[in-house]
């Protein structure tokens, strides 16, 4: 057995560095994030410098001759290995120089990075590829290595595995991780940059037909595009029967000039009006104070507050409805807000009868989402605002723009089988399906307004289903369908040519070989049955880190409108009502509420106990999902583990449950990865290390399964 370059050594401040170039401005980010959300994405070049330093050999002196002359010692080595992982110039200079300038608030007149592209923006070279070749021939015996990701969510892992040629095998148990892989890791490789003329094509022409359906909904006065609608969530004032408008503040924007929203009303008005205010003049009123603050609301009409089980009562008995206070239009003089006029509130009324009328066709064909929200730790908030099924998170204009798409899209299916050809159009539909679901995302009643931005925010800008007050409302069929399309266009060709240089050598070669050496399946890695025993000679992952993130619940959003849109090209991923809870790997004590009534032995209460439980059963199926790799690893393969947690404890389990497995852990390296401005990362104070733990099988066995180990729970 050859020891391993990452067992003695990795660049980590060059990778951590380039890592956080990667992630650093949001516009910028890799393509695979704007395809479609997914949550705790793995830099791509973390993941690629993992996998290369994970079977690549430590230099040594007795490399035949040819590699002898290349690497005379072990400094040229790494500097080539630096090289391969598409480092160029120092990226640690360069960041330096980057957050001083930011700390300074200067703005640099000089690439700070020297002119050098982001790592994995670099593709290797079929020369690097060859000397890759050899040196893994001399390690492994062999040139054509599989490497396994079990937990590939996203994708960044297997994505940048197969860059590098390796067969690569992805799981994943949550079945719209499945198709994010497929639309990840196969199509762009499988049919190259061209395939986005036909997205873009059959994106526009589903856009053409439903706009043309939906235009009287979304009425354009002349010399104005509205871009977007902002809607405040309303209970009835339980004095007076009128409506109120719930928002905690009035900012409409503090970008450039400021605007925001003045609220009228008088005694004598039936409902409440709404001024612009811009300006200087926003501090006439002061817009920060709203109607509603922790959940109490105070009622314009009277001025009495209303408790927050009232408010939350009227949301359970279905009556919180919504209004809309502005728009957010342009103009030929640029950027406007304006108050709702009656042509707007008249379209909302047609478009409120228009979803009546259609939706008993919708339910009957199957097309509208109505699957309860099961009650977990995320969700219990939306039961709480009375969203008790996935339908109840789009206001009706919301839901009839969205099942309008949804239906054209079905509408046009045939044509599309019958012009691209099976292969081809499941990819396309697939691609229209993630457009759809960007749609969905940017249209809930969760996508909240930035006022500081001046922009709307998606359904997920904090990893949970925080409840809004207020929302906004983009304009489908004028110009957000498209700007969807555009996104996923954009993204897919994006991949395409990221993804082009190895793969489609193979594809070009012989499709029936390239089909083989990618495997995607929606399964748990505690059972990873397609694979035989000591198949694999690496093993890169990063598995879900405690209650970090409840990809299941959050994916339900998802998952029941992709089961619509592309359940039929995906029947294996798509079997169960919602995804599957019991079996993933995360610590969420909304699964054990009902079986913890009592104190739990510490003295702790149910929720204690709940919580306890939890933990345990994320300990015992990583456990379990650790013995499934050590049965697939070949003896002398290894196992590179991404971990990322600010809680000791979670080291701990982590390494008893890798030890345990029949690992012994070999070298552990901290990698700088997370950026500094994830609200997600800056919120939970997690932290921005990723460790990097580096496993090889023990010769012994893994202990036998105990008890209670494993699985369900
Ligand atoms: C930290 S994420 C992986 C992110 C991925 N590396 C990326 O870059 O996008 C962990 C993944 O584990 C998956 N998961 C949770 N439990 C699982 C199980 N029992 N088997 C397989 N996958 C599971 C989740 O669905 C999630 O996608």
Same mark, same amino acid.
């Not at 993941?47 to 290369?52: G, P, Q, V």
């Not at 300038?101 to 050098?116: E, N, S, V």
């Not at 059972?527 to 299941?552: F, K, M, R, W």
């Not at 990583?622 to 590179?640: K, Q």
């Given at each position: ?148 990701? !079990? ?63 939906? !235009? ?90 209303? !408790? ?406």
């Amino acid at each position: 057995m050859k020891p391993l370059l990452i067992e003695s050594w990795l660049p980590i401040e060059a990778i951590g560095a380039e890592s956080q170039r990667e992630r650093g401005a949001s516009s910028a980010l890799p393509p695979l994030y704007f395809l479609h959300v997914w949550w705790a994405r793995r830099p791509l070049t973390a993941s690629r410098a993992a996998i290369l330093a994970s079977v690549l050999p430590q230099w040594n002196a007795d490399f035949p001759a040819h590699l002898r002359e290349k690497f005379p010692n072990e400094a040229t080595y790494h500097q080539w290995v630096e090289f391969l992982i598409g480092i160029r110039g120092d990226p640690v200079k360069g960041r330096k120089l980057v957050t001083w300038a930011k700390d300074k608030g200067i703005k640099l007149d000089f690439h700070p990075y020297g002119g050098a592209p982001r790592a994995f923006t670099v593709n290797p070279s079929t020369e690097d590829l060859q000397t890759m070749g050899d040196l893994l021939e001399w390690t492994w015996g062999k040139r054509d290595l599989s490497v396994l990701d !079990s937990f590939a969510g996203g994708g960044s892992i297997p994505f940048e595995s197969l860059r590098y040629g390796f067969i690569t095998y992805a799981s994943d148990l949550n079945p719209v991780a499945a198709v994010i892989l497929k639309a990840t890791l196969d199509y762009p490789a499988r049919f190259g940059p061209a395939l986005s003329d036909e997205i873009r094509k059959w994106g526009r022409r589903i856009n053409e037909i439903a706009s043309d359906r939906l !235009s009287r909904f979304f009425p354009m006065p002349q010399g104005e595009r509205i871009r977007r609608y902002l809607w405040a969530r309303t209970v009835v004032c339980p004095s007076t029967g009128k409506l109120i408008p719930l928002s905690p503040n009035w900012w409409l924007s503090k970008e450039g000039v400021p605007f925001s929203v003045h609220l009228i009303v008088e005694p004598e008005m039936e409902n409440v009006h709404f001024e612009i205010i811009r300006g200087e003049e926003v501090s006439r009123y002061d817009p920060n104070v709203g109607t509603i603050s922790r959940g109490i609301a105070r009622s314009p009409w009277t001025g009495e507050t209303i !408790s927050g089980d009232y408010i939350k009562a009227e949301a359970q008995a279905g009556r919180m409805a919504q209004i809309i206070y502005a728009l957010s239009i342009q103009t030929s003089h640029g950027y406007d807000f304006r108050a709702p006029t009656a042509i707007d509130l008249e379209a909302v009324h047609l478009a409120d009868l228009a979803l009546a009328e259609s939706l008993p066709r919708w339910e009957a064909n199957g097309l509208l989402p109505n699957e309860s929200v099961p009650v977990g730790l995320k969700t219990s908030e939306l039961h709480r605002y009375g969203m008790s099924r996935w339908v109840d998170l789009f206001s009706p204009r919301q839901l009839l723009t969205l099942l309008t798409y949804y239906e054209v899209f079905a509408e046009i299916k045939d044509d599309l089988r019958r012009e691209l050809g099976e292969e081809k159009s499941s990819a396309v539909e697939t691609y229209i399906a993630f457009i759809l679901s960007k749609c969905a995302n940017y249209n809930s009643r969760l996508s909240i307004w930035h006022p500081l931005r001046a922009t709307m925010a998606n359904t997920f800008d904090r990893h949970d289903f925080g409840f809004a007050w207020s929302h906004g409302e983009m304009t489908l069929p004028n110009d957000g369908f498209l700007w969807a399309v555009d996104q996923i266009t954009d993204a897919y060709k994006g991949l395409s040519k990221l993804s082009n240089s190895v793969q489609r050598s193979f594809w070009s070669a012989n499709p029936e070989t390239a089909r083989k050496r990618l495997e995607i399946h929606q399964v748990s890695a505690s059972n990873l049955s397609y694979l035989g025993d000591n198949t694999i000679e690496h093993i890169c992952l990063d598995p879900p880190y405690y209650d970090n993130v409840q990809y299941a619940e959050l994916s339900d959003f998802f998952y029941v409108w992709l089961k619509r849109s592309v359940g039929h090209l995906y029947p294996e991923f798509f079997r169960d009502e919602l995804t599957n809870k019991d079996d993933e790997a995360v610590a969420n004590p909304a699964r054990f509420k009902d079986l913890t009534p009592g104190p739990s032995p510490k003295g702790r209460g149910g929720a204690g106990k709940a919580k306890e439980l939890a933990e345990k059963d994320y300990e015992n199926k990583m456990t379990a999902a650790f013995r499934e790799m050590y049965r697939v690893l070949r003896p002398d393969g290894s196992l590179t583990v991404m971990f990322t947690h600010k809680r000791v404890e979670a080291w701990d389990t982590l390494a008893s449950a890798l030890i345990g497995a029949g690992f012994a852990i070999k070298a552990s390296w901290p990698v700088h990865t997370e950026s500094e401005h994830s609200l997600h990362q800056a919120k939970k104070n997690a932290a921005r290390s990723t460790i990097l733990l580096v496993c090889r099988k023990r010769t012994s066995p893994p202990s036998p399964l105990l008890e209670g180990e494993g699985g369900g729970g």
